[in-house]
């Protein structure tokens, strides 16, 4: 048998959903089939189906963050049972979705309990898996028959999930039949299916199935495909620096350490006045010696200079000594010349690894930069937990290994781990 229908009028099953399900049975052919998982969502091209109703399923979006985030989409009337996280170690009893959607407001945590296997949802060491319930939302299926040289099986019923992946056209007329002819062919269809079919309700996915994964970064649209399995991720752009009170105030000037002042015509009314500088090689010849006198004095002796240390406002900054040929010059200071002076305070104990400790100082880190460090060591079995307790660099900056293996319950050589890395920057090799 040969149907007719108009190419140009296909529509995804999703948006044919939006425009038919209230104008439901309709005779159609799948022009764009996908080869799926389940019974629901694994539809071959040329079938002929009359659809002749659709039901709904209530399901819950649910996020776990792991090394990356995971997105689930779980049945609520199921036999699965969670628990509801009312505080550190502490759980409400096992109970199904209908019983804590009633009694919760979402967004909730659960503890996933490990009574029932799921291949998506891998549980931790103790048996259980952490989940955020973000969402309610309904699901849609069409049931039906697919029809087999023009006829249908009353008793043998069909269900397809409304997804977008599915192509569909409506069915406008037989080849060779006049519309008389085929309106008489969908009327004897409608009543086999009232006088004999009974639908299930609830013959719909009853499995919890990943919805996405979150990525860094995805390709553009304009990306040519490599053919390769891994995505392509952009390195991550520098976070911009925000705009501060201080950046609209007058830049530091770099002057020596002041010295005692010298009569000096010349002498410039903005800066502290300068001592006489040391004197050149006996062998230098005179106009060289003019024009260091009146140039930033440079020690090219100098073979290494640690980095400014940044300090409070208006206080002096210092650099190891570059004077070389004085050893009672231990440094020298960068002073807010706009700005009241403060006393310079010489630390003669800083080094290149105390500098390299402040830039490595974790207390500007967020709660969900602590979660990365968390991944980086292997810890992230515990990224709920401070993510709860809301511990961002701050936090953690104050936490001792005991107060870890208390709070937390962390084995000793976990915490270690993690405060070597709070302290040190340290991650194991």
């Known amino acids: 048998m040969e149907y007719k229908y108009d190419e140009d009028s296909e529509l995804n099953l999703k948006d044919y959903f939006d425009k038919y399900k209230n104008k439901l049975p309709q005779l159609a052919i799948i022009t764009g089939g996908v080869y799926g998982k389940t019974k629901f969502d694994d539809v071959a091209s040329d079938q002929v189906v009359r659809l002749h109703r659709y039901i709904t399923q209530k399901r819950v979006m649910a996020k776990r963050s792991t090394t990356r985030e995971q997105f689930f989409s ?7 049972k969670f628990q509801v996280v009312k505080g550190r170690n502490k759980l409400g009893p096992e109970e199904n979705f209908k019983t804590i959607l009633k009694n919760n407001k979402l967004p909730v945590f659960v503890n996933f309990t490990s009574s029932r296997k799921h291949n998506d949802i891998t549980v931790g060491p103790e048996g259980t898996a952490q989940l955020l319930i973000t969402e309610e939302f309904n699901e849609y299926y069409f049931q039906g028959h697919c029809l087999l040289d023009g006829y249908i099986k009353p008793d043998d019923t069909t269900t397809i999930i409304v997804i977008p992946d599915i192509t569909i056209v409506n069915i406008d007329g037989i080849e060779d039949q006049t519309k008389e002819k085929f309106q008489e062919y969908l009327k004897k269809m409608d009543e086999q299916v009232k006088s004999i079919t009974k639908f299930n309700d609830h013959d719909f996915d009853t499995e919890i199935r990943i919805i996405e ?5 995805s390709k553009t649209s304009t990306d040519a495909d490599s053919g390769e399995d891994y995505d392509y991720i952009e390195p991550p752009m520098p976070a911009p620096r925000k705009k501060s009170s201080s950046d609209e105030k007058p830049k530091t000037t770099s002057v020596g350490r002041p010295l005692p002042n010298i009569p000096n015509d010349k002498e410039t009314p903005s800066l502290p006045p300068r001592g006489p500088l040391p004197l050149p090689p006996s062998n230098e010849v005179p106009d060289k010696k003019e024009q260091k006198k009146h140039r930033p004095y440079e020690n090219n002796n100098v073979q290494h200079v640690n980095p400014i240390v940044k300090c409070e406002e208006n206080e002096a900054i210092y650099e190891p000594d570059i004077y070389g040929d004085d050893d009672s010059l231990d440094g020298h200071a960068v002073f807010d010349v ?17 500098v390299g400790n402040d830039a490595h100082d974790i207390g500007n880190k967020n709660i969900s930069d602590v979660g990365d460090i968390l991944n980086k060591l292997k810890l992230e079995k515990y990224s709920v937990l401070f993510e709860e307790d809301m511990v961002d660099g701050m936090t953690l900056k104050n936490f001792s290994e005991g107060e ?3 709070e ?22």
């Open 338 to 354: 706009t700005s009241q002076m403060k006393s310079p305070k010489v630390d003669n104990t800083q080094n290149d690894n105390e």
């Open 213 to 217: 994964e979150k990525k860094e970064a």
């Open 404 to 406: 870890l293996k208390e």
């Open 74 to 80: 779980i049945p609520v009337d199921s036999d699965l």
């Open 408 to 429: 937390y319950k962390m084995r000793h050589a976990e915490a270690v781990r993690l405060m070597n890395y709070v302290r040190h920057g340290h991650i194991p090799k």
